[in-house]
Nanobody
C-alpha cells in the first residue's frame, strides 16, 4: 500500500536550518507530484511546497518562499524539504503529501492530496 514516511524534524534555534525527508513506497513515485503541508498548534493544515512529477515546476507558500526548497530524488523515492532561516512561526508538524492524480499537481488545496505521511515535528526557539 502507499506509504510516506517523514524524518528530519527537531528542535532548532531561529536562523538555523533543517532538512526534512519523505521516503515513498507502494506506488510509482516518478508519476506523482509530491508536496509538503504543515499544521501549527490550533491551526488548520496549510500548504508549504510542491514539486511536479517531472521535477520541472515547484511552488511555495508565500510565507516560506526564498527560505525553503523542495526537491526529489527519483532513484531514492524520496522528496526533501530544505528549510533555511527558520523562524518561530515555522513551528508545526510537517506532513509529506502525494498528489491525488498521476501526472497531476498539488495546488494549495489539500483536496489535491490523497496520501499523507504521519508527520514530523519542527520546533523553532527564538
Amino acid at each position: 500500500q502507499v506509504q510516506l514516511v517523514e524524518s528530519g524534524g527537531g528542535l532548532v534555534q531561529a536562523g538555523d536550518s533543517l532538512r526534512l525527508s519523505c521516503v515513498a513506497s507502494g506506488f510509482t513515485f516518478s508519476r506523482y507530484a509530491m508536496g509538503w503541508f504543515r499544521q501549527a498548534p490550533g491551526k488548520e493544515r496549510s500548504f508549504v511546497a510542491q514539486i511536479n512529477w517531472r521535477n520541472t515546476h515547484t511552488m511555495y507558500a508565500d510565507a516560506v518562499k526564498g527560505r525553503f526548497i523542495i526537491s526529489r530524488d527519483i532513484g531514492k523515492n524520496t522528496v526533501y524539504l530544505q528549510m533555511n532561516s527558520l523562524q518561530p512561526e515555522d513551528r508545526a508538524v510537517y506532513f509529506c503529501a502525494r498528489s491525488r492524480l498521476q501526472f497531476g499537481v498539488i495546488t494549495r488545496d489539500a483536496s489535491d492530496v490523497d496520501a499523507w505521511g504521519q508527520g514530523t515535528q519542527v520546533t523553532v526557539s527564538a
